[in-house]
C-alpha cells in the first residue's frame, strides 16, 4: 500500500476509513508486482490498481465488503480460475490480493498510519503485515525503520517479532519489497505464516551532466520515471533553473568535484552528456569505481574510442570500462533531444530490470524481467 502512501496519509488525516487490496505475489505474466495496491473509502472513492485494470471490479468489491465487515480477505486470481477468468485477467498470470480495512476501531491502523506518513514524507520505512495464517494474526502489522526500531507487532511469540524486524530491515537496506514464509515462533517451529514486507525508500538519485538541450529532454523523462533529478555543469551561463525548472536541483560545479561530495547509493544512475574530454575523464574516472547502478556517457563512436584511450592513460581499468554505457542509449534511431532521452531511459530501466532491449514481437523472452523481485524467504532454512 506504500505505493499509493500520499494519498492514503490525506485520507488519515481527514480522518476516513477505508480498506487496502495489496498484491502480495504475481506468477507468470502479471500486470502489477508485490506492494501494488488499490484503496477505497467508505464513500467508495477509489484509488490506486492492482491488475492495470484486469480485476479491478471484483477488487473494488472486495474492498467496500472488507470496510463493511471488518474482517481481512484473502482472494487468488488467475487464468485457470474460472471466476478470476469472469472478471478479465486473462494474460496467464496469477495473483495474490490481501484486502485489509484500516478503520478507527483497527488495532493496526496506528502502525498503518505511521508506515503511510513515512512514506508520503519521502522518508525510508518497511510495513510488514501477515497476509496468511491463523485468522487471528491475518492483518496485523509491524513498522520497521533504518534504524532497527520498530512500532506494533504481532503478538503470536516474542521471537516472531525480533525475526520480522531483522527480515525486514534487510529488505528495506534494499530497498525491496517481498514475502517472508516464517514459523508463528519466529522460525521454522509453529503454524506457518506468510507476511509481505513493503518497503518504502527515498526515489533513486538521477544525476545529469552536461547542461545541453538533451539533457533538458532527460530531466523529464527521468522525473517521469520517478528520480530525483539533479543537473550538474561547471558553466553558470547553462546551469540555471530557468532552463532546466523541472529538475530537483541544479548545481554550477565541475562535474567530478561534485561527484566526490554528493551522495550517491546502487540504484543511483549517472548520465554524463557533456562528451568534452576535460570535463569527462575526471568524472568517469571517478564515476565508473563508484557502486552505482548505471554510469552512461553521450558521444559518437569515435568520440567513445577516444575517450576510452584518454581514460585507460589515467589508470581506469578495463573492467572498471566495461561499466560504461557508452554511446548512451539503446538504438531506437533517436534523432531529437526527445527520443535520446527516451533511449537512455530505456536502457536504464532494460539494466534495472534485466531486460534484453530488443522488441518484444517475435521475442521467446518473459515480457517481465523483474530482476529486484524478491521471492519468498523461509526463515530458519538452510541454503
Not at 191 to 209: G, K, Y
Not at 260 to 275: G, I
Request: hydrophobic content about 45%; charged content about 20%; overall charge negative.
Amino acid at each position: 500500500m506504500l505505493d499509493i502512501a500520499e494519498e492514503l496519509n490525506r485520507w488519515v488525516e481527514q480522518g476516513r476509513d477505508f480498506a487496502v487490496a495489496t498484491v502480495v505475489a504475481v506468477g507468470g505474466s502479471a500486470p502489477r508486482q508485490p506492494g501494488a495496491a488499490l484503496a477505497v473509502d467508505a464513500d467508495g472513492t477509489a484509488v490506486g490498481s492492482v491488475s492495470g485494470g484486469c480485476v479491478e471490479g471484483a477488487v473494488y468489491e472486495l474492498c467496500r465488503q472488507a470496510l463493511t465487515d471488518g474482517e481481512p480477505v484473502f482472494e487468488r486470481f488467475g487464468y485457470s480460475d474460472d471466476d478470476a477468468f469472469a472478471v478479465g485477467l486473462t494474460c496467464g498470470g496469477v495473483i495474490d490480493i490481501l484486502v485489509v480495512p484500516v478503520r478507527a476501531d483497527d488495532p493496526a491502523r496506528p502502525v498503518v498510519t505511521a508506515a503511510l506518513a513515512a512514506a508520503a514524507g519521502g522518508g525510508a520505512a518497511a510495513l510488514a503485515r501477515i497476509v496468511r495464517g491463523p485468522a487471528d494474526l491475518v492483518g496485523r502489522a509491524l513498522l520497521v525503520r533504518p534504524d532497527g526500531s520498530h512500532d506494533g507487532g504481532f503478538g503470536a511469540h516474542p521471537e516472531l517479532d525480533r525475526t520480522v524486524v531483522a527480515e525486514a530491515g534487510a529488505l528495506l537496506d534494499a530497498g525491496r519489497t517481498g514475502t517472508l514464509e516464517i514459523g508463528e515462533q519466529g522460525s521454522r517451529c509453529g503454524a506457518p505464516l506468510t507476511v509481505l514486507v513493503e518497503s518504502s525508500v527515498p526515489p533513486p538519485r538521477m544525476i545529469v551532466f552536461g547542461a545541453v538541450d538533451f539533457a533538458a529532454a532527460l530531466v523529464r523523462v527521468g522525473k517521469f520515471l520517478g528520480h530525483h533529478v539533479t543537473v550538474c555543469d561547471a558553466r553558470p551561463v547553462f546551469a540555471t533553473r530557468a532552463r532546466f525548472p523541472e529538475a530537483d536541483e541544479v548545481v554550477v560545479e565541475w562535474p567530478h568535484r561534485y561527484l566526490e561530495r554528493t551522495r550517491v547509493d546502487a540504484r543511483t544512475v549517472l548520465c554524463v552528456l557533456t562528451h568534452d574530454a576535460k570535463f569527462d575523464v575526471p568524472l568517469l574516472r571517478l564515476a565508473l569505481r563508484l557502486p552505482v547502478a548505471y554510469v552512461g556517457a553521450m558521444g559518437s563512436r569515435r568520440t567513445h574510442l577516444d575517450r576510452n584511450e584518454r581514460l585507460r592513460a589515467v589508470g581506469v581499468t578495463e573492467l572498471e570500462l566495461a561499466r560504461l554505457r557508452s554511446p548512451i542509449g539503446l538504438d531506437l534511431g533517436a534523432r531529437t533531444p526527445e527520443e535520446t532521452a527516451l533511449s537512455i531511459a530505456a536502457e536504464i530501466v532494460a539494466a534495472r530490470r534485466g531486460g534484453s532491449g530488443v522488441s518484444l514481437t517475435g521475442a521467446h523472452t518473459p515480457i517481465h524481467h523483474d530482476i529486484t523481485s524478491v521471492p519468498a524467504v523461509r526463515v530458519g532454512s538452510v541454503a
